[in-house]
């Protein structure tokens, strides 16, 4: 599966790129910003594959310039309830505090919204990832109740307020996309 809008592609993770992934999650500039921080080893990275791989778990690299540059993901899906869990990373430098992580959140919450028709996102982001929280409260998320003191904070984004932050970022999009 590949998924391709805002000038860039997601492409669904397969096995020959399991190894990829898990050496950029074991390096310390990405494991610092993850919940889990142990090494993964290529076992646990196999074991973890043959568990997400399927359709409550759709994980994509994300491609910009026909280069391999992060991993984005809607995880933990639950249809009945119109539920899922985003989340994303840039392995590459030259792409952190670029556009293209922007772009790449567009492409998937077209999958997300319009595909899988989910209604409400809950993501989970470590209180020092001042970075991460700004980024998601510009798409609408917002903490949830009684999170205030936690390390790992669970943050929401309804259907509702994604509708009502669109237009910002619609408007966003067109902006990058010009230039």
């Given at each position: ?13 397969t ?9 950029w ?27 997400i791989?399927?359709?409550n ?12 540059i992060?991993l984005?993901n809607?995880?933990?899906?639950d ?7 985003p989340?994303?990373f ?12 922007i772009r ?15 209604n409400?996102?809950h993501?989970?982001?470590?209180k020092?990832?001042?970075r991460a929280?700004?980024?998601?409260k510009?798409?609408?998320?917002e ?6 003191n ?6 929401i984004l309804t259907?509702?307020?994604?509708l009502k932050?669109?237009k ?12």
């Amino acid at each position: 599966m590949e998924l391709s809008k805002y000038g860039v592609t997601l492409k669904r993770l397969t096995e020959d790129k399991i190894e990829l992934v898990r050496q950029w999650r074991n390096n310390p500039k990405i494991q610092q910003y993850m919940e889990y921080r142990e090494y993964i080893t290529e076992e646990m990275q196999k074991n973890w594959f043959q568990k997400i791989n399927n359709d409550n778990n759709y994980y994509f690299i994300i491609v910009y310039n026909n280069k391999e540059i992060g991993l984005i993901n809607i995880k933990n899906i639950d249809y009945e309830k119109g539920t899922g869990e985003p989340g994303i990373f840039i392995w590459d430098d030259e792409y952190i505090n670029s556009d293209v992580t922007i772009r790449a959140s567009c492409c998937q919450g077209d999958f997300i919204w319009n595909t899988l028709k989910l209604n409400e996102l809950h993501i989970h982001v470590l209180k020092s990832n001042k970075r991460a929280i700004q980024y998601n409260k510009f798409f609408g998320y917002e903490l949830t109740k009684n999170q205030e003191n936690k390390e790992n904070q669970e943050y929401i984004l309804t259907r509702e307020n994604m509708l009502k932050n669109y237009k910002k970022t619609e408007r966003l999009i067109k902006t990058i996309i010009k230039n």
